[in-house]
Structure formats: C-alpha cells, structure tokens
C-alpha cells in the first residue's frame, strides 16, 4: 500500500507564492508516476504537472509558467512550487501516484483515472 499526505496549503494574496509538498510512504519502490492535480467544487480534477521516476516531467500548457514539479533524491516527497498566484488558482490540490510505467506523460493530465493512488488533498485560497 501506498499513503500520499498533502501539505503546504494555505491562504495567500494574488501574486504570492507556496510551496506543496506529499509525504510519500509505504511500497514507494514501485512508483513509476507521481503528480499533481487540483479541483475546485463542481468541475473536474485538473492535471498540473507529472514526474516519472527516471526524472522526465511534463506540465498541462496552462501550468508551465508559474508551477514547477520536483522531488527529493529519495522520491519520499514531491513538491509543487507556485509562484505568482492568483484567484483562480484557489481550489484543492491533491498528489497522485501510480506504479505503471507511462512512455508518454502529457494524457495523464486529463485523465485523473490513470492514478492509483491519492492523497485527501491541500487546500490553497488565493485572495485578490
């Protein structure tokens, strides 16, 4: 089994930044893909950026700019840095794991489904 803990939300005014962080635990060694999404209520969840475990990431086009996905040379934790929020960034940011190997990332951002396993998320409030 696998636990995701999300952590590092919070509340920020337009223009600030945070950084999120999941706390990887249990068979991590399996873990092939690891990412980050966010939900705000009433609309699907949101593919931000994606890492493999040999270390290629991809980004949603919209994300490129402002969020950058990492991890610690362990792989126990990935990270999310946001910079220069704003109001529509405010929804619910969760992490994701999964231990099939993926050649191509990019479709694993619109498709939540593909990920096994799930933190219960973080929350991120961004005022104007």
């Known amino acids: 089994q696998v636990q995701l803990v999300e952590s590092g939300g919070g509340s920020v005014q337009a223009g600030g930044s945070l950084r999120l962080s999941c706390l990887v635990s249990g068979s991590t060694d399996n873990l092939k893909v690891m990412a980050w999404f966010r939900q705000v209520p009433g609309k699907q969840r949101e593919g931000i950026a994606v890492i493999r475990s040999d270390g290629i990431f991809s980004y949603a086009d919209s994300m490129r700019e402002r969020f950058a996905i990492s991890q610690d040379n362990a792989k126990t934790t990935l990270y999310l840095q946001m910079a220069d929020l704003k109001p529509e960034d405010t929804a619910m940011y969760y992490c994701?794991?999964?231990?099939?190997?993926?050649?191509?990332?990019?479709?694993?951002?619109?498709?939540?489904?593909?990920?096994?396993?799930w933190g219960q998320g973080t929350q991120v409030t961004v005022s104007s």
């Open positions: 994701a794991a999964d231990p099939s190997w993926w050649a191509s990332l990019r479709p694993l951002l619109v498709n939540p489904a593909s990920f096994t396993y």
